[in-house]
């Protein structure tokens, strides 16, 4: 487990493992349990809603369900699909009082002035990072926007990507071989996961130069 | 559920804390915190003549539209981006409405967009280039209970006009020219176009649209080149409403204002299907010409300027595609697919740097 604190995870690295058909390494590198909000899987969804209140994983799973036709997405599909019922799974609301009140403002309007942003955080790094922040929890973001939002408003929060989390998983003492890292890694690839920026954008503040 | 939350026993849990923001269109944060900050109450403009001319879609629809100027004029200022056009190029005057003053505005718009006599092609494109954002909804087909289009003045977007994707590609071509029309002419104030008003301005537009797109001189003109004086055929005005991309109905009002067909003909041509006669004659059907069916609407819904700074923003590493789908409303997928031209770095790599980050 990278963490001894839990740790929490955006929609990426769900999206990503279960695309690439090995869930279950995410479930192990992360000790046994995935910790998610429900704004990025709520295996109670009402579909009746409007597409984009859906948690993050619906609207995915809507996504390949229009290319259905494909063997390809049929896969994408019912993997993602496979996501609610999965016992390995734990889904965490947000509490009442501080988590919601800090949900609040990081969804605010003005929020991405204020941090010099261009375009809001979405519904599920805002709570990712409501939740983990308040309970001292760490968070699994790939995102740039969210990083540097975290930083600055919760800068004691750990913070990893999903490819650091597969870099953990084919560590010392790890759980996968490099070989069989990189080749989920490239499988991730082939499904769009376009890598954490801290990979190819040197020159961010936070950014970690490593090489790719 | 409700009266728990009324009565304490229970609190809206974040998910249901954003179905409530986006009902009363509102962020969050205003919700949770109270407080709503000052800006002008489109919604109720829009909404305050819609009396029973607008069922729930078309709302969330228009609630939708507000909500993505909203947030599109922030995403300007963030990338210093001036906002669109923000004042009519022209203006009417009481009493300068007839048909002949109708007719020379139109002529006017269209030295103005340099576009000589011709047709007029893409409205949409048109509008565009000249700072007016155009953002297409799906709010279906019944237009009883929903809008064709709507012009807004928005205080920090500039002009922008909402259209129904969901009506025919002539009708949308009409409802375009007509929202157009209020840009060039009426650009202090919102319209929406409700079925069955029939308001000076309101009549003003259609004029204005109907001589926009298709102008007397130039059909009379297109008339002329087939040889003939006045329009017998149905095949012809299936040629003429191609050449200047109208519907078929308009076509023929126009033909009718221009004295080219008989009141009789007129009748005659009411019978044709033309889509049937468009095909026979060897014109390839769009596929939504036969009315868009509700269906996946994603990124075509956004206007062409957005789209444009919204892919240079991403390229240039100013929005991220998380950034580019919350802003969007749209699914990461879907973004994706629209953003990104390079895969992600190839390998994995770099073991050793580890430590420094687990």
Redesign the interface.
Known sequence: M??SEPVLCD?TPL?YFALAERFELLVRILGGSVRT???VL?PIEDFA?????L??IS??E???S?KAQTPRGVAAWNRLRALKSCQDIEIC??Q?GEE??R???L????L??EH????????S?S?VMAIASTRGWGVVI?????HMVLAAVSPGTKV?TT??L???G??PGGILT?IE??LV??D??EW????A?R???ADHPGA?V??? | MVSNWEHGVRQPNGLQLEKLAAIYRLSVDELVQGGNRHRPDFERLMFRDAGSRLGARGKYEIQRFLAFLDSYSGFLAALGEPPGLVRSPFSVVEGFTSREDVRRKAAEARNFFALGTGPVGDPAGLSDLYGITVYRVPSGQDLKETVSGAFLPHDRAGFAILLNGETTPGRQQFTLAHELGHALFQGDKLYVAYYGRREAAERFADAFAAEFLAPTPALRAAVEGFRLTKVRDAEVVVHLQRLFRVSYAMMLVRLRAAGLITGEDLERFRSVRPTHLAERLGYSLDPDESMRQSGHWDISRYPRRFLRLLRSAFHEGAITLSGAAAMTGLVHEDIEDFLADEPAPDVLGDYEYLDAVI
Request: charged residues 30%; proline residues 6%.
């Open positions: 990278p963490s929609t999206r909000p429900r704004q709520d809603v409007s597409p984009s209140l948690s993050e609207q995915s809507q996504y390949w229009r609301d947000l009442q919601l009140q949900y609040a403002e969804r605010s309007d003005d991405p002035q010099g942003l261009a375009a809001p955080l979405g519904r790094k709570a790939d995102d740039r926007e969210a990893f490819r650091e597969l870099l953990h084919a560590g490099k890292a990189e890694y490239a991730m690839r769009g996961y376009r890598g920026f990979c190819g954008i970690l490593v090489s790719c």
